[in-house]
């Protein structure tokens, strides 16, 4: 029944993300200053903010681990960081595509691009730190901690990044400027796009949970095997 | 024995056996000097460039350096258990952080003392036109690297690649000081003052050490004991 249940949202996640793009590519004019080429932002910022929403929900269930010790906060940690670095990359992929079109080139050290990148950074030493363990409650323990000063450090340096230079056009939801600085059409597809990116990423974390439970069940097996050899 | 005298019987213990042996400090240091040459091949030495990339330089050397001083930090309990023993002893797990940190702390500061002359006299620079804001700054960007590496040293101290692991996980969080180190550096070697454009460097050196010790005493017992 959870594994239907999980396929059914995956197949509804695909049939949303069909629809978005048939209304980005052929419904939604072009952009009075970009040209076509600002439709990439709908895979930009959406993937975003499902990033940061994983990496919270990561660093929330960290807490509740260290607090209860229960094993399902740890799975779930670890698969929500996995989704929230594939959603980080996606972010900074589809940037760069994007700045190479407007900018001319690939890559800047402006503030938001190297807070995105530092962010991708900590939450890969997070999986490498896991990597590197071979006693699972030492290895939840750990991660947890790593994950609650990872998520105060990305907090952090987005913040002291803000200060120090940007380049990266400013925020345009409305609920971020409070003007009308977006074309309605526009800024309803950001929030699709982003309903989208969300229930993609509940089933992508429900899947890699799935998988961890099986990994840590043949592990658990494995050792029993090997006690009775 | 009050809080203060275990963190300081820590950091005595720990100091005392660092500065008999000395593995850590000489390696360091050496290596410091190594990296203050090698910057003399990446950027001309006499030029006003240089000047203007001091700061990064300098904390850069540090950064570097520090980073085989804070992975002996727990290391150098690992032979004969005494690990064990100390997370047995009768002291917080808050108490034995902080008296590791403030040994990290002076054992880099160690190396900041040196490098800083000789900084300035391979590079021909007079550098102590701010020194007491210097030396403010200096301490507080050098606590921010011994409290996340002496907190990263025992999430790291069992792992068979701790060595690797700790610059990796470090380097990132530690930007944001490091940014604001190398800012202020730069500006008050070149001989001025903190002005208004400046000040928000300090409070981001400020605010990450508050929030990034008081994070590290909380988590600290977790991790050492579980």
Redesign the interface.
Known sequence: MRDKLIYGAGIFAALYFVRNLYVILLQLPDEAMQGAVYRIFFFHLPPYFTAVACFLGAAIASGLYLKTKNWKYDVFAVSATEVGLALAAINLVTGMIWGRQQWGIWWTWDARLTSALITWLIYLGYLMLREGIKDPSERAKNSAVLSIFAFFAVYFTYKANEWYRTQHPGPVLTIRTGKNTIDPAMQAMLFHNLGAFLLLAVVLVAVRMNLENSQRAVESLRRRAHAIA | MTYFNQVFAIAGKDLRSELRTKEALNASLSFAVVILLLFSFVVDPDSEMLEQMSGGLLWMVFAFSGVLILNRGFARELPNDCLDALIASPIPGSALFFGKAIANFALIAIIEAICFPVFGILYNLTWTAQLPVLVAVSALATWAMATLGT??GA??V????REL?LP??IY??L??AL??AMQLTTLLVAGQAIDSEHI?WLR?LI??DI??TS?AAV?VE??LV?
């Open positions: 907190m990263f999430l790291t069992n792992m068979q690649l692991m990796m996980l990132p969080m930007i944001p940014m604001s928000v981001v605010a990450f929030i990034f994070l988590l977790t991790v579980g």
